[in-house]
Every structure is written in C-alpha cells, then in structure tokens.
C-alpha cells in the first residue's frame, strides 16, 4: 500500500513539475501572441485554373466537403466578387447539424475572419435546405459551393466557386476514396506535433498529459470561484452539477433552469414536493393530463404536482429539451429527478456536503470511491423516461459515467481551488483531492476529445494505451483546445511545439 502511495506521489509531483516548468510559460505565450501572427507569410503561388466540361455537379455533397477538407484546392483562390481568399485553417468538420464545418479561419481581402463553412453543390441549396430560416447557419463566414446558380443569401456572405480551382490531386482522390468510407481520422487532420508524439515514449506523455490535465483543474476550479463569489458557493455548485446534467444536448436548458430557480427560491417553499412542482413546472416538463399521454401510476402525482405548481405562481420557462436525441434512460425528465435527488441527498448545501466529504476521506482512493457513490435516487423514477413511458430494465438515474463527468469537471476542481485558498496548494488536503482527480478512471469519449486524439495521435488508436485516467483525457483536450483552437490550426506559431523534448 506505501508503495502505491510512493507511485502516485512520483506520478503527481512529475505532472506539477511539468505543469510550472514547461505547460504554464507556453500556454501563457500562446496566449500573448497578436492576431496578425496567426496569419502565415506570403510566397510563392501555384497557378490555378477552371476544370473544364465540369460545369454541372456529378458529386454529392458528401464528396465536396472531403475536397475542402483535403484541400484539394488551388492556393490561389477568388470568390465569386473577385475577393483573394486564403484558407488557413478549413475548420472542423461537423458530424452533427449545422454548418458543415466549424472554426474555420480565412483571410479574405486582406482580413483575417474566423467562422463556420457551409459545403453545397449549387448556391440555390442554401434556399432550398432552409438556412436562411435557421440561426445556426448565422456564423458562415463562406459559401463554397460546386455550381453558382443564385444570388448569396446574405449580401455580406462571399461565395467560392469550387470547380473552378480544383487542384490537380482531386482526379486521384476521386479514384482513391470511396467518399462512404472516409474515414473519421481524417476529418481532423494531424497536427506537427503527431510525429514527434509518435517518436516519444508513454510515460513520456502522459507527464505531458497530467500536467495539462492539472491546469485543466485549476482552470476549471477557479471559475467556480468566481461563480461562487457572484452567486455564493452553494448556488455555485448546484448551477455547476445542473449544467454536467445536461450533457450533451441540454446544457443551456439545465443551466438555465438552475439560474431561473435558485436555491434561495427553493429553500423558501415548505417541502420537497413544492421544490419538485416548481422545477418540473419552470421546465415545462409537466404533462397535461388533457393532451399528453400520462401513465396510471402516475396520474394522482401528476396531479400533485399541478396543484403546487399553479399555486407556486411562476411562470414557465421557454427552454428547449427537444434539440438533438436523448437515450431514454438520459431523457430531461429522469435528470432533472437526479438533480432533484442530489439536492435532496445534499440538504440542499453542496459547498457544506463537499466539505464534509474531504474531510471525512482518510485516502485519495476512498475520495474518489465517495464521489462515485451512486445517487441515492427515489425508487419511483427507475423504471420510467417520463410521466408517459416505462422502460425496462430500471436503472440508476445517473449512471458511472455521468457521476464521473460530475466529479471530474465540478466536485474536485472546486474542492481543489477552495483548499488551495483556505488549505494551501500544497496541504494534505488539496494533495488528496489532486490525487483522487489523478486516479479517476477515463471517461466516455466526446467530441472535443475525439478531435484531440486524431490531431495528436498517430494511429489514433494508440489513445486506447496511452490515456488511463480522466486527468490525460482533461489534458489532452486542454491542449487541443488552448493551443491547436485557440490559434486556428496554424502550427508554425504555436509555442507547444516540441513540448514532448522537454524534461519532466
């Protein structure tokens, strides 16, 4: 047992080493640099030219995003108003809905814009798909299609004309990819530190990791400071665990219910069935028995549960729980009674039971067990997605991995930013707490995390090795983040290049 102390206290104290040495000094270059050193300098320009008897589209759309993505384009490029147009970066490419890819950065007629890019084959698709009705497509900074057939549909929105600067290699990726096939690890493409993390050794890299993992931490603790200090420590916390509810397509609507109905407000009512009323009610998640489908069993709460929330007197909040698809065990309804359930569990006094529960932890092991400790969650919601549909088998309402995204991302870095303050950084408490964050096992993948393993690693299934906790997943994305996007992709100015030779 001293012996895996003795580990982990050499595993730690190599990351916070790393961390003060070498991440801190370059993410704070990183961030010093001006924006016109994000733009590469100028050189020697490739001829381009139209493709000729191409002038209708024999592509689908799914292939033109692979000849932006590829840049398979001529470096030379013109918008259809005659703009010069340089892509530094062609952005991520966006598997969900919206813009075709995101983060894209461009210099168009001198300026350097940052923004999404929309793919299609004719300019009309913009009509006719309906973006001009959506506001998510209100970031496209271009329009890159095959065919211009219409008239843009913003007038500050520039179009590119992609058949007419096609660069020589697109005949042969024509015949080399079957576009079904592409593969994902090409949709973000590897970055000049892949090669050098291919050459270095594990442990090597995940010092690297850890280190960035820890700042992660921090980072992520100071702002629930902040928070804290705005909105006291408890509200703070209870906003902080509402938003890692709505993971990942009901953030917004989580933290927003959480701010509409602060704890002040819920305190005030005189039991847990008005709380329940005036957060199910405020969400909108409470059914009309008179159009809604409401299940036997639940017909005489549900009519509870209208009669405090009439008497309540709030209004209902417009908030959107219909964007994106939950899993029916992750519906609205069954995380809003796991929030509903902590609050409970906690006597509605987070900051005081996370407290408690550093103190009352002798070891980092038995800490990081505590803050994976299932809810203890009302039987009634188990076996159902909402107050109209059973589902079987019954389950935890949240399950190891969303506890663990909880612990990870809210719990532990306020404890660790809290004991820093009060404790010291370097006390046996916040130890503990950095320790338990080192030993928390890796998370589900999402797709910040996805992107940052195909950007550094080569083959990307070498992650299945190398990342072993959450704190290298937290690090790699941090990173990704606060480097590869926060300078648009353009490696030749980024100042974490070659961090992997730096000692630990």
């Known amino acids: 047992m001293n012996g895996d102390r003795k580990d982990d206290d050499d595993v730690v104290g190599a990351a916070r080493r790393w961390l003060r040495a070498e991440y801190l000094p370059r993410l704070r270059a990183c961030r010093a640099l001006p924006a016109g050193e994000l733009i590469p300098g100028g050189g020697l320009i490739a001829e381009g030219g139209a493709v000729d008897g191409l002038s209708g589209c024999q592509f689908n759309e799914r292939f033109l995003q692979i000849i932006w993505n590829e840049r398979h384009l001529a470096p030379a490029l013109t918008t ?33 814009l940052h923004g999404d890019v929309e793919i299609h084959r004719r300019s009309s698709d913009w009509q006719r798909h309906g973006h001009q009705q959506d506001p998510a497509y ?20 520039e179009t590119l004309v992609l058949s007419e600067f096609l660069s020589a290699a697109w005949e042969k990726l024509l015949w080399q990819m079957e576009d079904a096939c592409y593969p994902y690890a090409r949709q973000v493409r590897a970055g000049a530190c892949a090669l050098r993390w291919a050459l270095t050794d594990d442990e090597q890299l995940r010092t690297i990791l850890s280190a960035a993992g820890l700042a992660r931490l921090e980072n992520k603790g100071l702002q629930l400071l902040r928070s804290a200090a705005e909105l006291g420590s408890d509200q703070a916390l209870y906003v902080g665990f509402f938003d890692c509810l709505g993971y990942k397509n009901h953030r917004e609507a989580f933290r927003a219910l959480a701010e509409a109905a602060p704890l002040e407000r819920l305190l005030a009512l005189p039991s847990d069935e008005d709380r329940e009323a005036l957060l199910f009610g405020m969400a909108g998640l409470l059914p009309d028995p008179t159009q809604d489908e409401v299940l036997p069993e639940w017909r005489d709460a549900v009519a509870d549960l209208w009669q405090r929330w009439w008497r309540c007197g709030h209004s209902r909040l417009e908030l959107d729980w219909h964007s994106g698809s939950a899993r029916p065990y992750n519906s609205p309804q069954r995380r809003l009674a796991a ?31 505590a803050m994976q400790e299932p809810l203890t ?28 995204d909880i612990a990870a991302n809210v719990f532990l870095p306020y404890l660790n930013a809290q004991l820093a303050l009060t404790a010291g950084a370097d006390s046996a408490a916040a130890q503990r707490v950095r320790d338990a964050y ?24 070498r992650s299945r090795e190398l990342i072993r906790t959450v704190c290298h997943q937290q690090g ?29």
């Open 80 to 112: 259809v108003r005659g703009q010069a147009l340089q892509v530094i970066s062609p952005g991520v490419w966006n598997v969900s809905g919206g813009p075709d890819f995101r983060g894209a950065s461009l210099v168009l007629a001198g300026r350097l």
């Open 138 to 157: 209100n970031g496209v900074i271009l329009h890159a299609v095959w065919q211009d057939d219409a008239p843009p549909p913003r007038p500050e929105l």
């Open 339 to 369: 929030g509903l359930s902590w609050l409970r569990q906690v006597d509605y006094r987070p900051a005081q039971w996370l407290q408690q529960l550093a103190i009352s932890s002798s070891s980092a092991r038995i800490l990081r067990k």
């Open 377 to 404: 969650a009302s039987e009634s919601w188990r076996g159902y997605r909402d107050f109209g549909h059973a589902i079987k088998p019954a389950a935890d309402l949240l399950g190891p991995p969303r506890l663990l």
């Open 438 to 461: 080192m030993l928390l096992p890796p998370s589900q993948e999402n797709r910040l995390l996805k992107e940052a393993i195909q950007r550094f690693l080569t083959p990307p299934s």
């Open 476 to 504: 790699l994305m941090d990173i990704y983040k606060n480097f590869c996007l926060a300078l648009d992709n353009n490696c030749d100015c980024c100042p974490f290049r070659g961090a992997e030779g730096a000692s630990p």
